[in-house]
């Protein structure tokens, strides 16, 4: 696991293009993916133009996406998310209560459960929209800083390697 992360950092860290392009790519990856759950795995079908329409690399795009599935972030994260979105945008029913999803209401063609339920999943799709937005932007930094760092070591090995000879 460790041997597997390790070896996508540096083909993120080796990948042509700049430290903007990478960072970039790799923060929309990272960002996207604490979407993919509260949109059932959709975000996927403008992934790849999310990133070419930003100018990212999308090698560092999906190295990004991989990294946000084994922090198992989008998951731990979902609890607050929803409540960030009611926050943000409280919706109740008609009765000043919320909705709670039953299924004897739903054969009686009472669907005010069916209307909670999706309103719980527009809460937390708006909750990770701001997770993803966050932390997409400290990757983006944290990035640039490890891109520019290894930068600077390669040039330093690498000067210290022809003034040998």
């Known amino acids: 696991m460790i041997r597997v992360f390790k070896l996508n950092f540096i083909k993120l860290l080796r990948s042509p293009g700049g430290a903007k392009k990478v960072s970039l790519g790799f923060a929309i990856g990272f960002g996207l993916e604490m979407l993919v759950i509260s949109t059932a795995s959709l975000i996927y079908i403008l992934f790849i133009p999310i990133v070419t329409l930003s100018r ?8 990004g996406n991989v990294v946000g599935k084994l922090t198992f972030l989008p998951v731990l994260l979902l609890p607050f998310a929803r409540k960030i979105g009611h926050w943000i945008y409280p919706m109740t029913d008609k009765s000043g209560g919320e909705a709670h999803f039953n299924l004897k209401q739903l054969l009686h063609f ?55 000879i």
């Not at 990212?56 to 190295?63: F, N, R």
């Not at 990035?143 to 000067?159: G, N, W």
């Open 56 to 63: 990212g690399s999308l090698p560092a795009a999906i190295i």
């Open 110 to 164: 009472d669907f005010h459960g069916l209307i909670g339920v999706l309103h719980g999943g527009i809460h937390i799709l708006i909750g990770m929209s701001i997770f993803g937005l966050i932390l997409g932007l400290i990757s983006y930094f944290i990035v640039h800083y490890f891109y520019e760092k290894q930068k600077m070591y390669r040039l330093k090995k690498r000067q210290k390697l022809y003034s040998c």
